[in-house]
């Protein structure tokens, strides 16, 4: 094998690994979303005592969870393709298609999403922006954060996965048992 394809393969594998840390990290935010939705069940239907926090804590966790999994689900190849033809074809193929896809599909929308969620994070955390559907008036920045964040992680995924297109091209073989094997 080539220094190149060595040298995309380490990048890859040090990508991965900041992915696969990032999703640990927020594979955890499932507990207090969790806790605070059975705490404010709890509160409400047993005491009477309904919080004016729970529903806030609970959708900005389950947005944040949401979005900032993206990248650990990219990298475990979690969303959803349409294997129809995908799966007939070759490494090779697969591996063009795809880097086509990231190149004028992928990165275009992470860049934009990228930009325009850092501007959303911006305007919140300068203008001390709160929800104001909610009694508590919780502070936006920390929920709008996970924006840009978001973006960027799904972004230097995405680097893994060209650089693992470009050796599946040239060896027409998906590296480090990245896809299933047609």
Not at 14 to 34: A, F, Q, R
Not at 63 to 76: I, P, Q, R, V, W
Not at 86 to 96: C, F, G, I, L, V
Request: proline share 4%; hydrophobic share 50%; with cysteine.
């Amino acid at each position: 094998m080539s220094d190149i394809n060595l040298n995309l393969i380490a990048v890859s594998k040090k990508i991965d690994y900041i992915t696969t840390i990032s999703g640990n990290i927020v594979g955890w935010m499932i507990i207090p979303m969790v806790l605070s939705l059975a705490y404010e069940v709890v509160a409400r239907y047993i005491f009477g005592a309904p919080t004016i926090w729970a529903y806030d804590m609970t959708f900005m966790l389950y947005g944040a969870f949401f979005m900032l999994g993206s990248s650990y689900t990219l990298k475990n190849k979690g969303h959803i393709r349409t294997d129809m033809f995908y799966d007939a074809w070759s490494h090779k193929t697969q591996a063009m298609v795809d880097l086509a896809c990231y190149a004028f599909l992928f990165f275009p929308f992470t860049l934009i999403f990228t930009l325009v969620g850092w501007e959303y994070f911006y305007q919140a955390f300068i203008n001390d922006e709160r929800f104001v559907s909610s009694p508590w008036m919780a502070i936006t920045w920390p929920f709008m954060m996970t924006l840009p964040l978001t973006g960027f992680l799904l972004s230097i995924q995405g680097i893994s996965e060209v650089c693992k297109c470009i050796v599946a091209i040239k060896l027409n073989q998906w590296p480090l048992a990245t896809k299933q094997e047609s």
